[in-house]
């Protein structure tokens, strides 16, 4: 199978002043970062704060450039200088913070189909109903169409920039910490729309993270950054069952581990018995 991403000696140095009496200098924070990842398949980026993980998400999400590498998406060279709005809409982002990546003064349904006034030729009864169907599609309700971001929950924001990066149907979506800012019981939520959309449209997840017992939970394959190089790289069991290098097992032992199919289990207990609504 053709890969849908596939990245290969990524570098990205960053200049640094060197004050009055000194000469500047650069800080190389991703030191030749190479994979790929097949369609459908989940990539998740792991490691602590500083390895370089959300630096490569910019890239990936064609926000900064590269110093140095090569990016192709579904075989086709990626670069900005030559970027067109068809490999733009190709790779869309949902970051960490739902409150602050939403607009607050913009109504739900002008927020969804901006993208589409900006990447396609639809009119606009046609924006209209492909957002109101992906506002439902998400777990939200068409009378959400004309509310503002601050009259929601924190979960319930998160599936709308779900929601949005959707709309202009990409290849690959770009996960930076998406329920790292959520309550337990609503991250079980999110992941399980992740994964339905997921199986749904075929998307292809680079899902970064810190939390390892969601990473076990969603991904297929792990990639382990540290100082910005890949340490280790794998499929979900074998780097979880026998991690190989050092590093990878000290980030192992030192992460607290949340069960996630026990939070998904209390869910169901309360949908079951009627407690609460989706978040």
Do not use: W
Not at 88 to 113: A, E
Not at 167 to 181: F, G, H, I, T, Y
Not at 241 to 259: E, G, I, M, S, W
């Amino acid at each position: 199978m053709t890969a849908v991403l596939d990245v290969r000696n990524i570098i990205r140095d960053y200049a640094v002043s060197g004050g009055l009496l000194r000469k500047g200098a650069s800080v190389r924070a991703l030191k030749g970062i190479s994979f790929s990842i097949e369609q459908g398949r989940t990539l998740a980026i792991v490691g602590e704060s500083g390895c370089g993980k959300s630096t490569l998400a910019r890239i990936l999400t064609l926000i900064d450039p590269a110093t140095e590498g090569e990016m192709y998406l579904d075989g086709q060279r990626v670069s900005l200088s030559g970027l067109t709005p068809e490999l733009r809409r190709k790779v869309q982002i949902v970051f960490q913070n739902p409150y602050g990546s939403l607009n607050p003064r913009q109504k739900v349904g002008d927020m969804l189909m901006e993208p589409l006034i900006l990447n396609t030729k639809d009119d606009a009864k046609t924006r209209r109903e492909k957002a109101m169907a992906m506002l439902i599609r998400v777990g939200l309700q068409a009378e959400h169409f004309n509310r503002y971001p601050h009259m929601f929950s924190g979960g319930q924001r998160q599936r709308l920039a779900i929601a949005r990066a959707l709309m202009v149907n990409p290849r690959l979506l770009v996960l930076d910490e998406p329920v790292s800012a959520l309550d337990l019981s609503v991250q079980a939520q999110v992941l399980n729309l992740l994964a339905d959309l997921q199986d749904e449209f075929d998307l292809t997840y680079v899902f970064i993270s810190h939390d390892l017992s969601v990473v076990r939970y969603i991904a297929d394959e792990v990639m382990v950054m540290y100082k910005g190089e890949v340490v280790e790289f794998g499929t979900r069991e074998a780097v979880f069952a026998d991690p190989q290098h050092d590093y990878t097992r000290k980030l192992f032992a030192a992460t607290p581990v949340t069960d996630i199919e026990a939070i998904r289990a209390r869910v169901a207990r309360r949908r079951a018995a009627g407690i609460g609504s989706a978040a």
